[in-house]
């Protein structure tokens, strides 16, 4: 019988063939470059752990999106990484427990989920961030956001724009000045992401409606946030917001979108989204969190942001030219050689006289000492 599906993948995994390959190689290393001249110390966690150490650092994070299976050494059940920042909030928890706060760290590497996100059905994906542990201050919150942008920049993205939000604004707002009992707060959540005013008035959500307005770019925005009397319960955070926003207005395009909470699945006061020209759908995203300790323990502050690149590595590897090759002939100079190499070639060494310079992708031949141009 004939194995059609040998060579099938499942849905949402792919490879990255050469061009794909270079471009995502490219968007880690420039990244990687800038976290670590801001000082943040790249760590690598590993690809799976047991399923409770993913799942239970930080408040709100769903271990059913995550690939489970019984680890066959163990027993114990393991997950696949769905989110390294849950890794690192292990990692700055227990063996970095000590090391001097705010504790800088930074990372990248393939995560997983069992199901694609919206629309786009791919099942893993590149994940490069960093986290700043230790606090969620409006300075650590203003350093993550530009440091954001900067790595996206440096990536090759144009056009960045930043979409701030406030995970916590219902529950904030439903504890204090506009009461929701627990069966309303999902609702009228759903009718905030709906951006329903007819329906939220129907969930006894009116109170909420001004928060439907102050939506886009974000000095109108704010302004409406502001004027929307929450009896002093939005003050820090519009305080917070505004300060964040002074210090990176002018490096991006700036919104914001109060009650948006699509992928905030633990940030506290803080969120931002992070877009690029030309990119369908987000980059990436980031805000402030606690850390759970041990039970008894005071969770701890932190910070980060997360980019998911592969929309942007798509783009490049679409764009990018290959790079020159140099075909070294049979019989090449072995010394002659190292030095182009050494001067930036790539070189090709033929194995064989039947070996096409050209239809290898070479652009120069060397002759003699000479990278001689086909
Ligand atoms: N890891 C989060 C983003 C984040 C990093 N740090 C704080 N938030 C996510 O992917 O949604």
Same mark, same amino acid.
């Given at each position: 019988?004939?194995?059609?599906?040998?060579?099938?993948?499942?849905?949402?995994?792919? $490879?990255?063939?050469?061009?794909?390959?270079?471009?995502?190689?490219?968007?880690?290393?420039?990244?990687?470059?800038?976290?670590?001249?801001?000082? +943040?110390?790249?760590?690598?966690?590993?690809?799976?752990?047991?399923?409770?150490?993913?799942?239970?650092?930080?408040?709100?994070?769903?271990?059913?999106?995550?690939?489970?299976?019984?680890?066959?050494?163990?027993?114990?059940?393991?997950?696949?990484?769905?989110?390294?920042?849950?890794?690192?909030?292990?990692?700055? #928890?227990?063996?970095?427990?000590?090391? @001097?706060?705010?504790?800088?760290?930074?990372?990248?590497?393939?995560?997983?989920?069992?199901?694609?996100?919206?629309? $786009?059905p791919?099942?893993?994906?590149l994940?490069?961030?960093?986290?700043?542990?230790?606090?969620d201050?409006?300075a650590?919150a203003?350093?993550?956001?530009?440091?954001?942008?900067?790595?996206?920049?440096?990536?090759? #993205?144009? %056009?960045?724009?930043?979409?701030?939000?406030?995970?916590?604004?219902? $529950?904030t707002?439903?504890?204090?000045?506009?009461?929701?009992?627990?069966?309303?707060?999902? *609702?009228?959540?759903?009718?905030?992401?709906? *951006?329903?005013?007819?329906?939220?008035?129907?969930?006894?959500?009116?109170?909420?409606?001004?928060? /439907?307005?102050?939506?886009? @770019?974000?000095?109108?925005a704010?302004a409406?946030?502001e004027?929307?009397?929450?009896?002093? #319960? /939005?003050?820090?955070?519009?305080? %917070?917001?505004?300060?964040?926003?002074?210090?990176?207005?002018?490096?991006?395009?700036?919104?914001?979108?109060? !009650?948006?909470?699509?992928?905030?699945?633990?940030?506290?006061?803080?969120?931002?989204?992070? +877009?690029?020209? =030309?990119? !369908?759908?987000?980059?990436?995203?980031?805000?402030? +969190?606690?850390i759970? =300790?041990?039970?008894?323990?005071?969770?701890?502050? #932190?910070?980060?942001f997360?980019l998911?690149?592969?929309?942007?590595i798509?783009?490049?590897?679409?764009?990018?030219?290959? @790079?020159? *090759?140099?075909?070294?002939? /049979?019989?090449?100079?072995?010394?002659?050689?190292?030095?182009?190499?050494?001067?930036?070639?790539?070189?090709?060494a033929?194995?064989?006289?039947? $070996?096409?310079?050209?239809?290898?992708?070479?652009?120069?031949?060397?002759?003699?000492?000479?990278?001689?141009?086909?």
């Amino acid at each position: 019988m004939q194995d059609t599906d040998r060579d099938l993948l499942p849905e949402g995994l792919g $490879d990255r063939l050469p061009a794909q390959a270079r471009a995502a190689q490219h968007v880690r290393r420039v990244g990687h470059d800038v976290l670590a001249s801001h000082g +943040y110390a790249r760590v690598e966690p590993p690809l799976l752990e047991f399923e409770k150490s993913l799942a239970s650092r930080m408040a709100g994070v769903q271990a059913r999106r995550m690939f489970r299976f019984v680890d066959p050494a163990s027993l114990r059940l393991l997950a696949l990484r769905s989110d390294i920042t849950a890794q690192v909030a292990r990692m700055a #928890a227990t063996s970095l427990a000590t090391a @001097p706060r705010p504790l800088r760290l930074s990372y990248s590497g393939p995560v997983s989920t069992i199901k694609g996100d919206g629309l $786009d059905p791919a099942r893993e994906r590149l994940q490069l961030g960093a986290e700043l542990v230790g606090t969620d201050t409006v300075a650590a919150a203003a350093e993550i956001v530009e440091l954001a942008i900067e790595t996206l920049a440096s990536a090759g #993205a144009t %056009g960045i724009s930043v979409d701030f939000t406030l995970p916590d604004l219902v $529950d904030t707002l439903s504890a204090g000045p506009l009461p929701l009992d627990a069966a309303q707060i999902e *609702k009228v959540r759903e009718m905030l992401d709906a *951006k329903d005013a007819g329906g939220l008035v129907d969930v006894g959500g009116e109170g909420y409606l001004p928060l /439907l307005y102050a939506v886009g @770019p974000f000095e109108s925005a704010i302004a409406q946030l502001e004027s929307f009397q929450a009896g002093g #319960a /939005l003050d820090s955070r519009i305080e %917070g917001l505004r300060a964040i926003a002074a210090r990176v207005g002018g490096k991006a395009r700036l919104t914001l979108d109060p !009650s948006e909470r699509h992928g905030f699945e633990y940030q506290s006061w803080f969120g931002f989204t992070i +877009y690029a020209e =030309g990119i !369908s759908g987000s980059l990436g995203r980031g805000g402030t +969190y606690q850390i759970l =300790g041990q039970a008894g323990e005071e969770p701890e502050a #932190a910070t980060g942001f997360s980019l998911y690149p592969d929309p942007l590595i798509g783009a490049l590897a679409a764009t990018s030219d290959e @790079p020159q *090759k140099l075909f070294l002939p /049979l019989g090449y100079d072995v010394q002659v050689a190292a030095q182009q190499r050494a001067v930036g070639w790539i070189t090709l060494a033929a194995l064989s006289d039947s $070996d096409d310079p050209r239809g290898l992708g070479c652009s120069h031949v060397l002759e003699g000492r000479e990278a001689v141009a086909l």
